[in-house]
């Protein structure tokens, strides 16, 4: 007479189908939180004795970032002649993973017209800038960020740079 033995051989599917579940839950979205925002310069113009600077900010976080306040220097040239320079509050809601616009208008300096116009009649093909700063948020605290880049002259707009 036989007598049938218990199966003590694992199923392979089974292990198959625990370890995906493991891996799936350990690799799990995780939320970024207190990333610097990315800011960029979207477009500079001069006109008259003033500056008007528009940025591109962009939240590398999963949440909202509430931007509460500013502060920044953008320098140009080997120099690092201040072009603009702004410290204020600001009220701006940058979605999670989003981007916003903002521009400041600021006073010309009489070296930093100089460059410009520089730039503008093709006596120098680009100028190099430096954009340093901080923002501050009411949940995230003070976030800095940094950026080189350099302003060219925008075709068919006098006055206008990118």
Not at 25 to 35: D, I, L, N, P, Q
Request: with cysteine; hydrophobic share 35%.
């Amino acid at each position: 007479m036989k007598t049938d033995k218990p199966n003590n051989r694992y199923h392979p599917g089974l292990f198959l189908l625990l370890a995906t579940a493991l891996l799936c839950v350990s690799c799990g979205a995780k939320v970024v939180r207190g990333e610097s925002p990315v800011l960029r310069i979207t477009e500079l113009s001069h006109a008259g004795n003033n500056i008007n600077l528009q940025l591109s900010m962009r939240n590398l976080n999963g949440v909202d970032l509430n931007v509460q306040n500013i502060d920044f220097r953008l320098t140009v040239d080997e120099s690092n002649e201040e072009l603009v320079v702004y410290s204020g509050p600001v009220a701006i809601n940058i979605t999670a993973n989003g981007i916003e616009a903002w521009s400041v208008e600021t006073a010309e300096s009489d070296v930093g017209r100089k460059l410009l116009d520089q730039l503008e009649n093709g006596e120098i093909m680009s100028l190099p800038y430096h954009l340093k700063g901080s923002i501050s948020s009411a949940d995230e605290g003070t976030m800095r960020f940094e950026y080189d880049g350099h302003l060219y002259p925008l075709p068919g707009k006098p006055g206008y740079f990118r």
